[in-house]
């Protein structure tokens, strides 16, 4: 199992918030500046209790107000209180992508080095990659606009999937793997079996937050594993890098595109206590691991 580390609480915080706030979005879907988002369903040190609030934007994210319904309490304190639960938020998500980047990191850290692995080894990384790439990701990514039920995180997962179909990157995966002789035998393909259907059963439970964050994940190790597996590939012999060119350019914008509707699912629907959130993070980690150990 790759090692996650522990991230500690947030600053004014004895535990980690369940719920999330709202930002006010232009049509851009991207931040407005200065716009403020409420935590609630968090323990802060300084009252000392449980506050569960819930902020007084309109609908339609229109309203200039993000200060919540409060009684007994100033406006100075009111606004100050607003200015440190956003930065309460946008201190979860950083730890979030933080979490997720050390996980990437430790799984590139851990690849064989290509040069030293005997032929029949590295056929078999491509192999096992194609095999689990080639037919799941298009169904994983359904399946996460299937259980995403947000409407702002809809069109992320619309145009990834759009971009999918479109430019066929199952043919183009199929292609990288035949170039490289390493098309997967039904060896390859039992090899993650397991694995595999640890992550299509986890997907099959429509949970929103934990799949958007699971492919907000593999996107970003997919970017970074392009260069080793092209290189895994030209020593097979191969030319044809098609497949790695174009996903360790798009999935850059992906990944952050993915991890924006994580935060938008989060600040709808948030999280119930006690979810973990990383239970996808950590299946993909074991499978990633599964495909690059020879
Ligand atoms: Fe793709």
Not at 177 to 198: C, E, G
Not at 218 to 233: C, D, N, S
Request: glycine residues 6%; proline residues 5%; neutral net charge.
């Amino acid at each position: 199992m790759v090692h996650i580390p522990v991230i500690e609480n947030p600053p004014g915080f004895t535990s980690w918030p369940f719920g999330a706030g709202r930002f006010k979005m232009n049509r851009h879907g991207q931040r407005c500046p200065g716009s403020v988002a409420l935590v609630f369903f968090c323990f802060r040190r300084r009252q000392n209790h449980f506050v569960a609030g819930k902020s007084r934007y309109a609908k339609d994210g229109t309203s200039d107000s993000p200060i919540r319904k409060v009684t007994n309490m100033s406006s100075t304190f009111a606004a100050a209180q607003v200015q440190e639960e956003s930065l309460g938020t946008s201190i979860l998500e950083a730890s979030i992508q933080q979490k997720v980047a050390a996980t990437i990191d430790d799984l590139i850290a851990q690849l064989p080095v290509p040069e030293q692995l005997t032929s029949e080894q590295r056929r078999g990384i491509i192999a096992r990659y194609a095999a689990v790439l080639e037919g799941n990701f298009i169904y994983w990514m359904t399946a996460t606009f299937l259980a995403v039920k947000s409407q702002e995180a809809h069109p992320i997962l619309l145009e990834n999937l759009y971009e999918e179909c479109r430019d066929s990157h199952p043919a183009m995966m199929r292609r990288f793997a035949i170039a490289a002789h390493a098309f997967p035998t039904d060896t390859d393909a039992l090899a993650v079996d397991k694995n595999l259907t640890a992550m299509r059963l986890f997907l099959g439970k429509l949970e929103g937050v934990p799949s958007l964050l699971s492919m907000a994940f593999f996107e970003g190790w997919i970017q970074r594993f392009m260069a080793p597996l092209a290189k895994l590939a030209a020593l097979q012999g191969s030319t044809e890098m098609e497949y790695t060119d174009v996903h360790g350019v798009c999935d850059v914008r992906h990944s952050q595109e993915l991890f924006r509707g994580v935060f938008l699912e989060m600040e709808r629907y948030p999280v119930a206590e006690g979810t973990d959130m990383f239970v996808g993070v950590n299946l993909l980690s074991t499978l990633i691991q599964n495909i690059v150990q020879c």
